[in-house]
């Protein structure tokens, strides 16, 4: 299902994507992207917080609105609340960081 979301999608988020995937490729880390329960597309990013890289999904999408989600958003627009979806790739990610981290 994922797939043919992603096929759907249009060229202005497609193009969107590949600009996060292409700082995850610069930054030798993993990418990925989703859609969350209430319509808004997330795209992993790299922090780098004391020269070590933290994982963290940024909305970036309102396919619901049709729009890109304006940073001055988070935190205010309630359909950008953190989800379950949302919170659990979050700890996967951040346990997956960790685990790279000690090899």
């Known amino acids: 299902m994922q797939k043919k979301e992603k096929?759907?999608?249009?060229e202005e988020i497609k193009e969107i994507i590949k600009k996060y995937e292409d700082m995850a490729k610069e930054?030798?880390?993993?990418?990925?992207?989703?859609?969350?329960?209430n319509?808004?597309?997330y795209v992993l990013v790299w922090d780098d917080i004391e020269d070590k890289y933290s994982p963290l999904f940024i909305p970036i999408f309102?396919?619901?609105?049709?729009?890109?989600?304006?940073?001055?958003?988070?935190?205010?627009?309630?359909r950008l609340e953190?989800?379950?979806?949302?919170?659990?790739?979050?700890?996967l990610?951040?346990?997956?960081?960790k685990e790279n981290s000690k090899i």
């Open 62 to 78: 309102d396919l619901e609105k049709r729009r890109e989600v304006p940073v001055e958003d988070i935190g205010k627009d309630p």
């Open 93 to 97: 990610f951040i346990k997956f960081a």
């Open 39 to 41: 319509n808004i597309l």
């Open 7 to 10: 096929n759907s999608l249009s």
């Open 82 to 91: 953190v989800t379950d979806r949302v919170a659990f790739m979050q700890k």
């Open 27 to 37: 930054q030798h880390q993993s990418f990925t992207n989703f859609i969350s329960e």
